[in-house]
């Protein structure tokens, strides 16, 4: 009986291969919610200005990002800048979830941190959505980015720390190159 336990796992894979190679599953399509991160692909600078918070001092930002798409499904940014805490080098992805019908959002730095967000866009503007704990804290975040033209787009991103109001951390503007 163990024997015959050990092999069902070999045995359903060994089937499912033989449905699959008869009837592939069909390629995913990208849809138009994928096309909308077309926008983000070039070369991007943005200028900043951040106020104090649990993340870090405020001060001026300034990054260089390379963004380009991976297929056409996510938009990968390669990220190098300078802000209040010093250098910083940045990798993200965005994506789109046709399941849970929001764009994704995960960033990783240098500094060790990873950040992960959700998203939707109304028009020109997108809206992403992120909570935390910071120093025994619970927060929730908002960046909110607004299209100005084909090669320029305005952010702000705002906190609220433990239900409270919600207070202003950056804002500032990005150019394409």
């Known amino acids: 009986m163990k024997r015959t336990l050990a092999l069902l796992p070999l045995v359903l894979v060994t089937l499912a291969s033989l449905l699959w190679s008869q009837n592939p599953p069909p390629m995913p399509k990208p849809g138009p919610e994928h096309q909308r991160l077309h926008y983000y692909v070039g070369d991007w600078k943005t200028e900043a200005e951040s106020k104090p918070s649990p993340f870090g001092p405020g001060g001026k930002l300034t990054a260089n990002n390379h963004n ?90 705002e906190l609220s720390v433990n239900g409270g109001p919600w207070t202003k951390l950056e804002e500032g503007k990005a150019t394409k190159q």
């Open 68 to 157: 380009e798409m991976l297929g056409d499904f996510f938009v990968v940014f390669h990220g190098d800048g300078t802000g209040p805490m010093g250098p910083i080098k940045t990798l993200a992805a965005i994506g789109y979830d046709s399941k849970e019908k929001a764009y994704t959002f995960d960033e990783f730095t240098s500094t060790g941190e990873h950040a992960k967000a959700t998203g939707t866009v109304s028009g020109d503007t997108w809206t992403w959505t992120f909570s935390g704990n910071e120093g025994g804290k619970d927060f929730k975040g908002r960046f909110t980015l607004k299209e100005v033209s084909p090669t320029s787009y305005t952010f702000t991103s």
